[in-house]
């Protein structure tokens, strides 16, 4: 079966002037590697294509294949990860990980929020910050939390995120809104443990690989899973496997989002515990980093004892599942 790939290359877009937090969601060379010669070890046939401008080119010059497995996250819009699978769709091509309207819904947090909240799912209180103006009219008590509404990777969050005073949340929307030029979410700041859940197939089919606590070590930014705290995790972050009563409850929580937003084949979901005590739904990432050692889905799954090759495996698996109800193409 002839597989394509479909991903940002970092250091293209370093070449090209892009700056390295402006590309820090973009897969390095050796993440592309590893999927492909996984991809050969479980007997399909890997074709690199690249981003959305070479799908295009690809496509037109009558390329096809099978199967695509999309990891493209996209560089504008709010739209910019459902670009490779709105082209592939159009084609009738089928690929892994969710389809557009999942990845442009969950890539806004203020919108997914507002969708999570009406399926009696516990997150923030929280509004959206589009322009100066509307930092009057932001009615939460302190202490809250800012970041841009449509980054990833901690793009955005620092240690003034967690926001005190008026004064403090003017300054910071101010220039989030400036140097993201996007709207900022703002949200009531939960004091409480951090997790992330794991989580293969769609639907009824959706599992839980795992659930493991964030935890800040002291050389860290204080209170934020931060982009600084998220580039040196292995110096400043501490990720501890749990199965406690709580850890199980945000599991549920996790796979409650996950099914009710219509999230496929694999990604994670990020929560954190309110005051008391509550695992409250943060935001969820529907097309995870796929890094064997870096990106915290294979984080999670190492720290389960599976192996790479298993976790590209059982994605590979739920998407052929949902092509044909085979696992067959």
Same mark, same amino acid.
């Given at each position: 079966?002839?597989?394509?790939?479909?991903?940002?290359?970092?250091? *293209?877009?370093?070449?090209?002037?892009?700056?390295?937090?402006?590309?820090?969601?973009?897969?390095?060379?050796?993440?592309?590697?590893?999927?492909?010669?996984?991809?050969?070890?479980?007997?399909?046939? !890997?074709?690199?294509? &690249?981003?959305?401008?070479?799908?295009?080119?690809?496509?037109? *010059? &009558?390329?096809?294949?099978?199967?695509?497995?999309?990891?493209? $996250?996209?560089?504008?819009?709010?739209?910019?990860?459902?670009?490779?699978?709105?082209?592939?769709?159009?084609?009738?091509?089928?690929?892994?990980?969710?389809?557009?309207?999942?990845?442009?819904?969950?890539?806004?947090?203020?919108?997914?929020?507002?969708?999570?909240?009406?399926?009696?799912? #516990?997150? !923030?209180?929280?509004?959206?910050?589009?322009? !100066?103006? *509307?930092?009057?009219?932001?009615?939460?008590?302190?202490?809250?939390?800012?970041? #841009?509404?449509?980054?990833?990777?901690?793009?955005?969050?620092?240690?003034?995120?967690?926001?005190?005073?008026?004064?403090?949340?003017?300054?910071?929307?101010?220039?989030?809104?400036? *140097?993201?030029?996007?709207?900022?979410?703002? $949200?009531?700041?939960?004091?409480?443990?951090?997790?992330?859940?794991?989580?293969?197939?769609?639907? /009824?089919?959706?599992?839980?690989?795992?659930?493991?606590?964030?935890?800040?070590?002291?050389?860290?930014?204080?209170?934020?899973?931060?982009?600084?705290?998220? =580039?040196?995790?292995? /110096?400043?972050?501490?990720?501890?496997?749990?199965?406690? /009563?709580?850890?199980?409850?945000? =599991?549920?929580?996790?796979?409650?989002?996950?099914?009710?937003?219509?999230?496929?084949?694999?990604?994670?979901?990020?929560?954190?515990?309110?005051?008391?005590?509550? !695992?409250?739904?943060?935001?969820?990432?529907?097309?995870?980093?796929?890094?064997?050692?870096?990106?915290?889905?294979?984080?999670?799954?190492?720290?389960?004892?599976?192996?790479?090759?298993?976790?590209?495996?059982?994605?590979?698996?739920?998407?052929?599942?949902?092509?044909? &109800? =085979?696992?067959?193409?």
């Amino acid at each position: 079966m002839k597989v394509g790939i479909t991903y940002d290359l970092r250091d *293209d877009y370093l070449r090209a002037g892009y700056g390295v937090e402006e590309t820090a969601e973009f897969d390095r060379e050796d993440t592309i590697h590893a999927i492909e010669t996984s991809l050969e070890d479980l007997g399909y046939e !890997p074709v690199r294509i &690249g981003n959305v401008k070479a799908l295009v080119q690809r496509l037109n *010059d &009558g390329d096809r294949w099978d199967l695509v497995c999309n990891i493209a $996250e996209g560089l504008h819009g709010y739209g910019r990860e459902a670009q490779v699978p709105a082209i592939l769709d159009a084609y009738d091509i089928p690929y892994t990980f969710s389809d557009p309207l999942v990845l442009s819904l969950t890539l806004h947090k203020g919108m997914v929020k507002h969708v999570v909240r009406d399926i009696d799912i #516990p997150t !923030p209180d929280f509004c959206v910050v589009a322009s !100066p103006s *509307d930092v009057s009219s932001v009615n939460l008590s302190f202490p809250l939390f800012a970041k #841009p509404v449509a980054e990833g990777t901690g793009k955005g969050i620092d240690s003034a995120s967690k926001i005190i005073d008026r004064q403090s949340l003017e300054s910071v929307c101010r220039r989030m809104l400036r *140097d993201y030029r996007q709207p900022v979410l703002v $949200e009531a700041f939960l004091p409480g443990r951090e997790f992330t859940v794991g989580i293969l197939g769609t639907g /009824e089919n959706a599992v839980s690989i795992g659930v493991i606590e964030v935890l800040l070590r002291e050389n860290a930014e204080a209170d934020v899973y931060s982009y600084q705290n998220k =580039e040196h995790f292995k /110096e400043r972050v501490e990720y501890l496997l749990v199965n406690d /009563e709580t850890a199980k409850r945000a =599991e549920e929580t996790a796979l409650a989002a996950w099914r009710g937003l219509g999230c496929r084949d694999g990604g994670r979901v990020d929560l954190r515990a309110d005051a008391a005590g509550i !695992p409250n739904f943060m935001e969820v990432n529907p097309l995870a980093g796929l890094h064997p050692e870096n990106s915290d889905l294979c984080i999670i799954a190492s720290m389960t004892g599976m192996s790479y090759g298993v976790l590209i495996e059982a994605i590979m698996q739920s998407a052929l599942k949902r092509c044909n &109800g =085979e696992g067959k193409v």
